[in-house]
């Protein structure tokens, strides 16, 4: 028998060749499956990926009632895929309870949910009122919120609600936290024309364990009804990185507390160019506790007692605070304490500062005492008596502090 033709092999071999995978004839590639991280908190994905030969694509975070805080809540590809090694892997991670405010929001009013940054609402009142009722916190935008709050409040303030947490200094693409830069992404809530068109006798309202931080409150205040920048009776909360600028009130034109049970904190605040008609140019403290860390208090003056700071019958603590240019027409240019309550101040300088008597600071009354550590006064000046510090009645102690400079 004769061989078959030569050219049918050939072609037998073309088509035996074209049916067998490409891989087994010039090598397969390398796959990895993919692990599984749904339910893994977000910090530990990126080692998890890595030991895998994987890498992390993009996050995205989505508000949840029930997920905590950083829990993954699905992945692209899925769980037991296998792909090649180096692929990255995107995930949706839980950012818990948290309420979105961007006063710049282009979103229909009937759209605003607060849910994303696309839907945020553009009035700060809104976000804060649903963040109570589901048990969030807010995060507000750069911008300013200067809407007219007076159909829900008639001092036309933001009213904070107790428990609630608002943190300013986000760009509106964030997905945590920790992403926010508060003094870049500068947040205002301004009560200039927040009361029907007039300022707001006071812009802000606190609230039990409430937090403001991260914001900037200004245009509070015009008249003897007025508080300034932020009113707080009896509640206990929080403040930090926040400025308090061109308030005015009659005690207190940044911020007026009282109240026995009214336990308020500060940390990281400025307060500037705030003014009041009687005692406490940035803040009065009628009774309760106050500490104060790491603020500063500059140019702002009290038509009578304490150019910055006024405290009656109150405990007070300052950490690491700077007094300078404050005034008063009568006692303590920056600081004035009275009617008793404790005053401890630690590593604070008092630069510039003037008043009647006492440049720096006045103690008034028997049950009033002030002890200064670690204390700079210098260049202070009292139109009439005690060029840094005086006291009548009252219990005065410094130690390794230093004066220089200033002039009564």
């Not at 060749?17 to 796959?31: D, K, Q, S």
């Not at 409040?153 to 936290?177: C, P, Q």
């Not at 002890?371 to 005086?390: E, I, P, R, S, W």
Request: net charge negative.
């Amino acid at each position: 028998m004769s061989a078959p033709p030569a050219v049918s092999f050939r072609r037998n071999t073309l088509m035996l060749t074209a049916m067998l995978p490409l891989c087994l004839l010039f090598g397969c590639p390398r796959t990895v499956p993919l692990p599984s991280l749904v339910g893994a908190d977000r910090a530990a994905v990126a080692e998890t990926l890595a030991a895998a030969d994987l890498a992390q694509g993009t996050v995205v975070s989505v508000y949840s009632d029930t997920a905590p805080l950083g829990r993954v809540l699905s992945q692209d590809p899925a769980s037991g895929d296998r792909v090649t090694p180096d692929s990255a892997v995107s995930i949706v991670v839980s950012r818990g309870r948290v309420i979105l405010a961007d006063a710049n929001s282009h979103a229909a009013a009937a759209a605003q949910d607060g849910l994303t940054w696309a839907t945020a609402y553009d009035t700060l009142q809104e976000a804060v009122d649903t963040a109570y009722y589901r048990s969030a916190e807010v995060w507000a935008a750069r911008g300013s919120f200067g809407e007219n709050r007076a159909a829900k409040n008639a001092d036309g303030s933001l009213v904070l609600k107790d428990g609630t947490a608002l943190y300013g200094g986000f760009a509106a693409v964030e997905n945590f936290r920790e992403e926010r830069n508060w003094s870049g992404n500068v947040t205002v809530i301004d009560g200039s024309g927040a009361r029907g068109g007039s300022p707001a006798y006071h812009v802000v309202a606190g609230a039990e364990d409430a937090r403001l931080d991260g914001f900037t409150v200004r245009g509070g205040g015009t008249d003897e009804s007025a508080r300034g920048g932020m009113v707080n009776g009896g509640a206990s909360l929080t403040v930090a990185n926040c400025a308090f600028a061109d308030n005015v009130g009659v005690h207190g034109g940044a911020m007026s507390i009282w109240g026995l049970s009214s336990s308020v904190t500060l940390s990281g605040c400025t307060f500037t160019r705030n003014a009041a008609g009687f005692h406490g140019g940035a803040i009065f403290m009628d009774g309760g506790t106050l500490t104060v860390t790491d603020c500063t208090f500059d140019n702002n003056a009290a038509d009578n007692d304490g150019g910055a700071v006024c405290s009656a019958g109150a405990d007070v603590t300052f950490t690491n605070t700077s007094f300078s240019r404050n005034t008063a027409t009568a006692l303590g240019g920056a600081y004035y304490i009275f009617n008793g309550g404790e005053a401890i101040l630690t590593n604070c300088q008092f630069y510039e500062n003037d008043a009647r008597t006492g440049s720096a600071m006045a103690a008034a009354n028997a049950l009033s005492s002030a002890t200064m550590t670690n204390c700079t006064f210098h260049g202070n000046t009292a139109d009439d008596t005690g060029g840094a510090v005086y006291g009548v009645h009252a219990s005065l102690a410094a130690a390794n502090s230093s004066f220089r400079g200033n002039s009564g």
